[in-house]
């Protein structure tokens, strides 16, 4: 009767086997996610297609049809309406994943900015701030280029960053001294136009996503994108010098890696 039994058991293992493989099945009860099949909830595109085209539009200065375009030269359908979608709603989930993994990692020395940007014939002030290496701390659109507006970004800055700055850099505009004597009386604020090189090259970045969109369509809109694209540029701002092409290679499969798992935590 043990035998009998021993023997039935065996033949059902076996036939979990056969199963497994040609059903396509995995005989691990637990299996580990792969980004390759791995869905979003209610998307019937996998998850690595959709991280892949977020990750093109904000990686890269292309519109939404160039995004589409590349996705069909792989064989996959997708409008640029669709691809809008998916950047507005899952560009703002890796954003704040990549947000969370980085606040308190920046430079003590923080560069202050703002940039106009005007927006159906009106002018508002996009107020940027980045550290010493270049990364970018936050960013903010508003309608005021005056000490309130310059409260709301510092006040933003200590909020995400949860650290105070050894060193404040700005322009000349003598908000940020007034608002800084208000919320961070003790940090050092140097105030020169020359000295803030830092802040104007990272404005570049904005402004040729700008001209590409042909200009933002509201304020909403360019919070929404600056928010996202400054997060993702972070991820991927790997600094070349002094490292050797096999180095650079290293760290960027490195920041591939680390985006794959950003995708693969959204969906889980």
Not at 165 to 180: E, F
Request: hydrophobic share 40%; net charge positive.
């Amino acid at each position: 009767m043990d035998g009998f039994r021993s023997l039935i058991q065996l033949l059902g293992s076996v036939a979990l086997t056969f199963a497994s493989v040609f059903n396509g099945m995995n005989p691990n009860p637990n299996p580990t996610p792969d980004v390759t099949t791995l869905r979003y909830k209610r998307h019937r595109f996998p998850a690595e297609i959709i991280a892949h085209a977020v990750w093109l539009y904000f990686r890269f200065p292309l519109s939404l049809r160039h995004v589409e375009d590349l996705l069909a030269e792989r064989g996959i359908e997708v409008s640029f309406q669709t691809v809008a979608e998916w950047a507005g709603k899952f560009g703002q989930h890796y954003a704040r994943s990549i947000r969370r993994r980085s606040r308190g990692s920046f430079a003590d020395k923080w560069h202050l900015d703002e940039m106009v940007v005007a927006i159906k014939g009106k002018k508002y002030w996009l107020w940027r701030a980045v550290d010493a290496d270049g990364y970018v701390l936050d960013a903010l659109i508003q309608s005021r280029r005056n000490k309130k507006a310059a409260l709301r970004l510092m006040r933003k800055l200590l909020k995400g960053q949860c650290v105070t700055p050894r060193v404040m850099i700005t322009d000349k505009l003598r908000s940020y001294d007034a608002a800084k004597r208000k919320i961070m009386p003790g940090v050092e604020h140097r105030s020169h136009k020359g000295l803030n090189n830092r802040a104007e090259n990272s404005h570049l970045v904005v402004r040729r996503r700008e001209r590409g969109m042909i200009r933002f369509k509201s304020a909403g809109q360019c919070q929404r994108f600056v928010s996202v694209h400054g997060q993702i540029a972070n991820l991927f701002r790997l600094h070349r010098d002094r490292k050797s092409a096999a180095e650079h290679r290293k760290l960027r499969n490195a920041t591939m890696n680390t985006w794959r798992e950003i995708a693969l935590a959204t969906a889980a």
